[in-house]
């Protein structure tokens, strides 16, 4: 018994191993951003069947080109039973939505609220960003919406740790909605109202950039 005590030490120790010296070499592709060599390092991994860890999944969805590619990777990561977090629902969601598969994206938010995830600013980002520099403001407002009624504190909580991300969708809004409102869209108007009142309630002020493409937009 204690022989093969030891037995099952030495092979848990040498699997450990493999995992961390595999793990190293996929985190140097994800510093130096190689995508093909991390599929190929992955794809040794599973012909040598090494345990796949939840980190090996996380690099290799930072890894991924394009939101079918990202899509497939957190796909197969469900499959094996890993539990994807709301950081790997954002990475896939911004993937999608900068392809332009947005219905995919729009799944994805919905799913990861669903499953009861903490979601935040970042979750909703790149949708919100997708229609609005798009100009499509019905379906822009409509996520807008959803993502406070989701979480009345998602705005607050992102300034308190970055205000770049609301900035940006900001200076998205205001770009999308400029059209509309200077053909005096009384919707258009009112919505862009609302938002700046709830913006105001966030205490995001406006900072010299949203100034400037207010400026832009809508003349000094």
Not at 124 to 134: C, E, G, K, N
Not at 138 to 166: C, I, R, Y
Not at 167 to 193: N, Q, Y
Not at 198 to 219: F, K, P, Q, R
């Amino acid at each position: 018994c204690a022989c093969v005590r030891a037995e099952d030490k030495a092979e848990r120790a040498r699997i450990k191993g493999l995992v961390h010296a595999y793990e190293r070499r996929l985190a140097v592709c994800a510093k130096t951003d190689d995508s093909k060599e991390g599929t190929k390092v992955f794809g040794e991994m599973r012909e040598e069947g090494v345990p796949i860890t939840k980190n090996t999944w996380n690099m290799m969805l930072r890894l991924a080109r394009g939101g079918e590619q990202t899509l497939s990777v957190f796909e197969q990561m469900r499959d094996a039973g890993v539990a994807a977090t709301e950081s790997s629902y954002s990475q896939v969601v911004r993937a999608c939505a900068l392809d332009g598969d947005v219905a995919s994206a729009s799944r994805l938010v919905r799913q990861c609220v669903s499953e009861g995830l903490v979601v935040r600013l970042r979750t909703f980002q790149p949708i919100l960003v997708h229609y609005f520099s798009a100009g499509d403001l019905e379906k822009g407002f409509e996520w807008w919406d959803e993502m406070l009624a989701t979480d009345p504190t998602v705005l607050l909580s992102a300034l308190n740790s970055h205000q770049g991300p609301v900035e940006e969708i900001f200076v998205h809004v205001i770009k999308g909605c400029a059209p509309r409102v200077l053909d005096g869209d009384e919707w258009a108007c009112r919505k862009l109202d609302d938002l700046m009142g709830e913006m105001a309630e966030a205490c995001l002020g406006v900072t010299e950039e949203s100034a400037a493409v207010l400026c832009e937009a809508y003349g000094p």
